[in-house]
């Protein structure tokens, strides 16, 4: 009980100021969650490493009971006419993500987007946006209470700002596709046909620069 009171005064506490930060690479975060990417994600792990992205992609149709959470995120058709949310593969104890193995993140460099603000959330509020500190971090975080702030609120910001452009980017190609589907100009949606239309959409949007 007294456990759970701490916990719960830790946790307002972080609402009112988050403690300080320093990334042990622990990779705990890493397996606890699924990861949803961006086209743009996917390409650069696989510009970067040599990657097939059919190797380290997946899809998913979340469950009811985490719904909210996926609010808004892209949906692309699949030959079922169901809407999937692109994501990484798992890794292979099925749980968290494929490029951890219980340590430092393996595509670090290049890794999404999304993974770059954690233990904080970029969130819009009221007066322009800002960083919210996710407490349920506090449950397994270790890099969480160091003694020396090392978070990079400044350069974390302007990922931030890269992965709302990119999210943009990325609801318009998936709709883009949609709409393809519907009119029945892909003969066979599915994953594989979905990271093979946007890589080729990317790759194009390369040669062209
Ligand atoms: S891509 Fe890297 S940082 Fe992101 S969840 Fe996977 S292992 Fe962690
Ligand atoms: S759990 Fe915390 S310390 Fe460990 S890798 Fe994630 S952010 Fe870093």
Redesign the pocket.
């Known amino acids: 009980m007294r456990q759970r009171v701490l916990l719960f005064l830790k946790k307002v506490k972080a609402f009112i100021k988050a403690p300080n930060f320093a990334c042990t690479q622990c990779?705990e975060?890493?397996s606890r969650?699924m990861?949803c990417v961006t086209h743009k994600d996917a390409y650069r792990v696989a510009k970067e490493y040599g990657l097939n992205p059919h190797d380290f992609l997946d899809c998913i149709i979340p469950e009811k009971s985490v719904e909210e959470t996926y609010k808004g995120v892209p949906r692309f058709l699949g030959e079922d006419g169901k809407r999937w949310v692109l994501c990484?593969k798992t890794n292979n104890e099925n749980s968290?993500?494929?490029?951890?193995n219980g340590g430092p993140?393996?595509?670090?460099p290049v890794?999404?987007l999304?993974?770059r603000a954690f233990p904080f959330l970029w969130r819009r509020l009221l007066h322009g946006h800002k960083f919210i500190f996710n407490s349920e971090a506090l449950e397994f975080c270790k890099g969480l209470g160091a003694k020396e702030n090392k978070f990079d609120f400044e350069s974390v910001a302007r990922d931030m700002i890269q992965s709302e452009k990119e999210d943009k980017e990325y609801a318009k190609l998936v709709d883009e596709w949609n709409k393809l589907v519907e009119r029945k100009k892909i003969k066979s949606p599915s994953l594989d046909s979905f990271i093979d239309f946007f890589m080729k959409t990317l790759s194009e949007e390369e040669n062209e620069l």
């Open positions: 990779g975060c890493c969650y990861i990484f968290g993500c494929c490029f951890n993140c393996s595509i670090y890794r999404p999304v993974c």
